[in-house]
């Protein structure tokens, strides 16, 4: 599986951007997980591989969504009313064990990363 993301860039606060992510293989589960300077990684939605069932993390539920389109291999991350708490380089993964709850955010669920895109968003 190859994960390529792309969308990533910068925005005031408020603003919004939608990040795409090429999945070679697409029968997996897929997900977007964010990583800010000096912190760990953290899981921001993800989409279950068979009947497309979500989860997001707090920080981001009603403000992100994510969504694929089969017929291009592709996953997206939408993302409004973003704000400076938003900056990080995030990345797209794949190939995943899923769990049920906030669980399935976990980084440690998934096993293929793309190269990550960079967000940043100023005050």
């Known amino acids: 599986v190859q994960l390529v993301e792309s969308g990533g860039g910068s925005v005031e606060a408020g603003g919004s951007l939608r990040l795409s992510c090429q999945a070679s293989?697409?029968?997996?589960?897929l997900g977007w997980f964010r990583q800010a300077p000096g912190k760990e990684r953290e899981g921001v939605a993800v989409?279950?591989?068979?009947?497309?069932?979500?989860v997001y993390a707090g920080s981001v539920q009603g403000r992100f969504t994510i969504s694929r389109d089969k017929t291009k291999n592709m996953i997206y991350l939408q993302m409004n009313s973003l704000n400076t708490e938003d900056t990080a380089m995030y990345y797209c993964?794949?190939?995943?064990?899923?769990?049920?709850?906030?669980?399935?955010?976990?980084?440690?669920?998934?096993?293929?990363w793309g190269q990550g895109t960079q967000v940043t968003v100023s005050a």
């Open positions: 293989i697409y029968k997996y589960c």
């Open positions: 993964a794949a190939d995943c064990t899923w769990v049920e709850g906030h669980r399935a955010l976990a980084p440690s669920n998934f096993r293929v």
């Open positions: 989409i279950s591989g068979t009947i497309g069932k979500t």
